[in-house]
């Protein structure tokens, strides 16, 4: 179970992570030390104490499936992180639009920042308010902040 998980939540197929073990493994023992997976995880750019590590494993060696567990929370943990980065840069995108500060974006303040930012024809660039109605779903004729986030990751995939 835990490997037919990570292969599904993670860039790493249960294969790639057995042979990674495996090269850590320098002893064979199907147990990897926390210095051993210390090492590779500063080769990553993660940095973590060795009782840091010892805190988040509970054990000071792991086995295979407990070093698949173990990947599978730090994958989690970092694409959490970039969820939450990823929040805060459209939380201050949306703060841009909504110049009057009242947590909604209106059809004049899209197209008043479009026109500062150069991306709006006065006579030929389409209508603000038929652009705000595709993504205002509760049709209340301004955008609040989900229905830009919605509007952000919808247009840019």
């Known amino acids: 179970m835990s490997s037919s998980s990570s292969s599904s939540s993670s860039s790493l197929s249960s294969n790639d992570l057995h042979r990674?073990?495996?090269?850590?493994?320098?002893?064979?023992?199907?147990?990897?030390?926390?210095?051993?997976?210390?090492?590779l995880l500063e080769r990553v750019g993660m940095q973590y104490s060795l009782d840091e590590l010892e805190?988040?494993?509970?054990?000071?060696?792991?086995?295979?499936?407990e070093f698949l567990v173990f990947y599978d929370s730090i994958s989690s943990r970092q694409k959490n992180?970039?969820?939450?980065?990823?929040?805060?840069?459209?939380?201050?995108?949306?703060?841009?639009?909504?110049?009057?500060?009242?947590?909604?974006?209106?059809?004049?303040?899209?197209?008043?920042?479009?026109?500062?930012?150069?991306?709006?024809?006065?006579?030929?660039?389409?209508?603000?308010?038929?652009?705000i109605n595709v993504y205002d779903t509760n049709s209340d004729g301004v955008l609040d902040f989900d229905e830009f986030k919605n509007m952000m990751l919808l247009t840019s995939i």
Do not use: P
């Open 81 to 131: 992180e970039e969820v939450e980065e990823e929040e805060d840069d459209l939380v201050k995108a949306f703060r841009v639009f909504d110049l009057n500060g009242d947590g909604f974006i209106t059809s004049d303040e899209l197209q008043s920042v479009l026109c500062r930012l150069g991306m709006w024809e006065e006579n030929g660039g389409g209508d603000c308010r038929r652009m």
């Open 55 to 65: 805190n988040l494993v509970g054990n000071t060696t792991l086995d295979f499936n």
């Open 20 to 39: 990674i073990f495996q090269k850590l493994d320098r002893n064979g023992d199907g147990r990897v030390s926390l210095g051993e997976l210390n090492w």
